[in-house]
């Protein structure tokens, strides 16, 4: 119960790993308010069709949900009026919600592509990075932000340029936010993860030839599961991590030790 008593927001928490990190936040004893664009999972993924905040009050847990699309200042704002409304407070916020690239070479990418990945996947963490950090400080008692980059931020991987490229930006605002907001005992950290079992990866994993091949990239014989961001979350929204901040932690299953 290392969270015991504290309150989490976690964006983008219907499905996959914002699903797997509420789920063991609410596990580790901290209330979370769960925020998507819609309150059940995706059915496309691997997750089964009870929504997250459903799920956690079932096991005695305390949750809320509230619809928030980080692409909107308003909502955003919304949200965290909505965590300190629903359980008096912010402790800990998590920037997951992001979107999946359609398949491009940069010289034959539309804009409005483009445009739509770094609008959810670097804006959106810039928006709930900016409201969750405005309410720590007011707050004036310290606090956790955790950002979902990618192994994508550390590498020129294969991937859509759009989002190697916002992957990188949120990265740099990692390091400069963790600088900025440290005096008032706040970390900022970034969690990388590898190819994830999620609706993202959903159509590599349903060929077999293209699993052993991403499988192979690593130094573990798995890919890798939500639980296992999960994992490193609760450890940086923890007083485990206390002097920890502004750090890039691959869950990669060694992807990036080549």
């Known amino acids: 119960?290392?969270?015991?008593?504290?309150?989490?927001?976690?964006?983008?928490?219907?499905?996959?790993?914002?699903?797997?990190?509420?789920?063991?936040?609410?596990?580790?004893?901290?209330?979370?308010?769960?925020?998507d664009v819609r309150p059940d999972p995706d059915p496309r993924g691997f997750d089964d069709a009870v929504p997250t905040h459903e799920r956690i009050v079932a096991s005695g847990g305390r949750a809320a949900y509230?619809?928030?699309?980080?692409?909107?200042?308003?909502?955003?704002?919304?949200?965290?009026?909505?965590?300190?409304?629903?359980?008096?407070?912010?402790?800990?916020?998590?920037?997951?919600a992001g979107i999946a690239p359609l398949r491009h070479d940069l010289v034959d990418e539309p804009f409005d592509s483009y445009a739509r990945v770094v609008e959810v996947n670097q804006h959106g963490v810039w928006r709930t990075?900016?409201?969750?950090?405005?309410?720590?400080?007011?707050q004036g008692e310290g606090g956790r932000i955790i950002v979902l980059s990618s192994i994508a931020g550390l590498a020129g991987i294969e991937a859509a340029p759009d989002y190697v490229m916002a992957k990188h930006a949120v990265m740099g605002l990692v390091r400069v936010l963790a600088r900025q907001v440290g005096p008032h005992s706040i970390t900022v950290n970034a969690i990388n993860p590898g190819y994830i079992r999620t609706v993202m990866n959903r159509e590599s994993l349903e060929d077999p030839e293209r699993v052993a091949?991403?499988?192979?990239?690593?130094?573990?014989?798995?890919?890798?599961?939500?639980?296992?961001?999960?994992?490193?979350?609760?450890?940086?929204?923890s007083d485990d991590a206390a002097?920890?901040?502004g750090i890039a932690l691959p869950v990669d299953g060694g992807f990036t030790a080549r």
């Open 213 to 237: 091949h991403l499988t192979g990239l690593g130094a573990l014989p798995r890919l890798g599961e939500p639980s296992d961001v999960a994992g490193a979350a609760a450890f940086l929204a």
């Open 129 to 138: 990075c900016r409201a969750a950090a405005r309410q720590l400080i007011e």
């Open 66 to 96: 509230v619809h928030c699309d980080v692409s909107s200042d308003e909502q955003i704002t919304a949200a965290v009026a909505a965590a300190v409304r629903e359980f008096g407070r912010l402790d800990i916020a998590v920037a997951n």
């Open 1 to 35: 119960m290392r969270l015991d008593g504290r309150v989490a927001w976690i964006t983008g928490s219907s499905s996959g790993n914002g699903r797997a990190m509420a789920l063991r936040f609410a596990a580790e004893g901290a209330a979370v308010l769960c925020s």
């Open 243 to 245: 002097w920890v901040t």
